[in-house]
């Protein structure tokens, strides 16, 4: 796991259930100190109550985790990327962007949604 992955509000929902399989994955990318990716729209989706949501809370403030905006330009690149596959999510976009720049497999709950987005896609289906 040197280039790390990406999560989907999915995984990190399981996180925060504290599903052993997204555990275990973050721990071994922690070790490996591999990044971990989390698109600001899929932590959106999944955080409701941080104070409660404490497994959520240390994975975004870890050094190897990189919160990612959609600014403009990605913000663009999502809206070309939804045209080209005629669906809407805006998120699972954002999710698929953020894998494709960092070359990294996205750990997902939903792989047809993002198998739909992008076919060359390594998903990780927890």
């Known amino acids: 796991m040197t280039r790390g992955v990406t999560l989907d509000a999915g995984a990190m929902i ?33 955080v409701r109550d941080p104070a409660r949501q404490a497994r959520l809370g240390r994975l975004v403030r870890q ?19 939804l045209a080209a596959s005629g669906t809407a999510d805006v998120i699972d976009a954002h999710v698929v962007l953020c894998a494709r720049r960092t070359g990294q497999a ?3 709950s939903d792989p047809a949604d993002l198998r739909h987005l992008d076919p060359s896609l390594t998903l990780v289906d927890i």
Do not use: N, Y
């Open 14 to 46: 399981a996180l925060d259930r504290g599903d052993r399989r997204v555990v275990a994955l973050l721990v071994r990318a922690l070790e490996t100190s591999a990044r971990v990716t989390v698109p600001a729209t899929a932590f959106a989706q999944a």
């Open 63 to 81: 050094p190897t985790t990189d919160v990612v905006v959609l600014d403009r330009v990605d913000a663009t690149s999502v809206g070309r990327l």
């Open 106 to 108: 996205v750990v997902t």
